[in-house]
């Protein structure tokens, strides 16, 4: 018996043509040792208002790989009736006659990317193939990281779903691996307050500015949010202005005011989230002070003559 071979089919589905599935002929199943012959790890970053994924495919088995399927599941049991596609949401600017634009996607040179959608609204999966005969394949023991896409909005599949990769002969010809998220540490996140103490004045509201010292290991823009202000006094229905809770809101006023003595503290929290889901909370404070009270005079010091001992006597 000839050993399982993968087949690209490339079929017109309504798509105009650019729809492509990958099929496995007379399967046979996986070892459980098999995952390890590959592995693709993914992180993503923030680039304006898209969400990029970036996806590192190692070859760690003694054949070549010509093909790397994200968001496709085929449980490596060699039954094509039973393969899941995993993603939910579009590559950015995808349309069923030009496909995935150039500047929604990065290929490995000599390789092209399509979309994997069996019928329209269905869920799809992302291929990277060679685009010839001549083009490189990925060799035993080699890793590339020039596999990306962007979409307009953040879909977890292209983190948690899995890949699969299809390899130019042998048995089995196609494997599933689960995604290996690469980037699984939150920001580090200061929250900056400028002012950061007022002075208490009667109905006076004060504009205070936010920056961040921000740093990921991946993403360069972490998505900011203003999640909170509160104060350990209660605070009134207008204490609070221009704040815009769940945005990145970088400015606002306050109430600069106390009824104590010890004077307010209003605490301000904001979130950074990396496009890989990470997240860090962290706060600042701006404090409220209330001026000193004056000094009272000294009372004077009276002898037990009747005498102001701070009054000198004359005519001794």
């Not at 017109?12 to 590959?38: E, K």
């Not at 609070?240 to 990145?248: E, P």
Request: charged content about 20%; proline content about 7%; glycine content about 6%.
């Amino acid at each position: 018996m000839k050993p399982a071979k993968a087949i690209l089919i490339n079929r017109s589905t309504g798509l105009a043509g650019m729809a492509a599935m990958l099929f496995l002929s007379g399967g046979t199943a996986v070892a459980d040792d098999t995952q390890a012959a590959a592995s693709v790890g993914v992180y993503a970053r923030h680039s304006g208002d898209k969400i990029v994924y970036h996806y590192r495919v190692s070859n760690n088995s003694q054949q070549n790989i010509n093909a790397v399927t994200i968001g496709h599941d085929n449980q490596n049991d060699g039954n094509p009736n039973n393969d899941v596609n995993e993603l939910v949401d579009l590559p950015s600017g995808w349309n069923s006659k030009l496909g995935i634009p150039s500047t929604s996607a990065n290929s490995p040179t000599g390789w092209r990317v399509s979309v994997l959608a069996p019928e329209e609204g269905e869920a799809h999966a992302i291929s990277w193939e060679p685009l010839n005969e001549r083009s490189p394949k990925l060799l035993a023991g080699q890793s590339v990281n020039k596999m990306s896409v962007s979409l307009d909005k953040a879909d977890n599949n292209y983190l948690s779903g899995h890949a699969m990769v299809t390899y130019s002969d042998g048995n089995p010809a196609n494997l599933t691996v689960p995604l290996e998220r690469l980037d699984t540490s939150p920001p580090s996140l200061t929250v900056i307050l400028s002012p950061d103490t007022l002075v208490s004045q009667s109905s006076k509201l004060a504009a205070i500015n936010v920056s961040f010292a921000i740093k990921d290991d991946y993403d360069r823009m972490p998505a900011i949010r203003l999640e909170s202000i509160t104060s350990g006094e209660p605070l009134g229905a207008d204490d609070i202005r221009d704040a815009s809770f769940g945005l990145d809101d970088r400015y606002f006023k306050v109430l600069a005011e106390s009824k104590s003595l010890a004077g307010r503290i209003y605490t301000v929290t904001y979130s950074a989230t990396d496009a890989s889901g990470n997240q860090t909370i962290a706060s600042a404070t701006v404090t409220v002070t209330t001026p000193a009270a004056p000094a009272p005079e000294p009372t004077p010091a009276i002898t037990p003559d009747g005498q102001d001992k701070n009054v000198e006597t004359l005519g001794k």
